[in-house]
């Protein structure tokens, strides 16, 4: 297992689709290996193939165990509800825009031996589901962003959201 360079937002292959996963052989294991320690050594909840400059539709996503799940292939095949809170990315690191996502997200995908399985999230998975398919087609969530905001802006706002709160 290696950990590998996490490409930022302004190399081209992050704006590129990638191709469906057709062997899933060591190679792709290898590759889900490396992108998982790669994840926890960056600290994220998410990773997509792209993001290391493999253009596979391979995705790790951490779900609400703190486990990482590997998606193959996936496809979004229901969303439901609506939320809007921060989101950040590890290809765009130091901002967070406020991005609307579905609050409840199903999604069909494949393991690293090719079986389907599907796998289903609320609130902040959901939200990972969504942003890291989107990575596959080469989308990124400053895209759905109206302003970028720093790390230290972020943190602001949420101490002043955290305030109001215990004053109640
Ligand atoms: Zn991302």
């Known amino acids: 297992m290696a950990i590998r360079e996490i490409l930022t937002d302004e190399q ?20 889900l290996d490396d992108m998982k320690e790669t994840l926890a050594q960056a600290n994220g909840v998410g990773l997509a ?4 400059g ?3 539709r391979a995705v ?13 292939n996936p496809e979004i095949i229901l ?5 809007e809170g921060f989101e950040g990315c590890l290809s765009v690191p130091g901002r967070w825009g406020v991005v609307k996502r579905p609050m409840h997200v199903k999604v069909r995908a494949q393991d690293r031996n090719g079986a389907f399985f599907e796998a289903e999230g609320e609130g902040l998975l959901a939200r990972c589901f969504c942003h890291e398919t989107e990575h596959l087609d080469g989308h990124l969530f400053v895209e759905h962003a109206d302003k970028l905001y720093t790390t230290e802006e972020l943190d602001e706002m949420m101490a002043q959201e955290e305030e109001e709160e215990s004053w109640g």
């Open 49 to 52: 193939a792209p993001q290391i």
């Open 12 to 31: 081209p292959v992050l704006r590129k689709t990638s191709h469906p996963v057709t062997n899933f052989d060591s190679r792709l294991h290898d590759l």
């Open 54 to 56: 493999i253009l596979r």
């Open 60 to 72: 790790i996503v951490m779900n609400d165990d703190g486990e990482m799940m590997e998606l193959i």
């Open 79 to 83: 969303q439901e509800g609506e939320q």
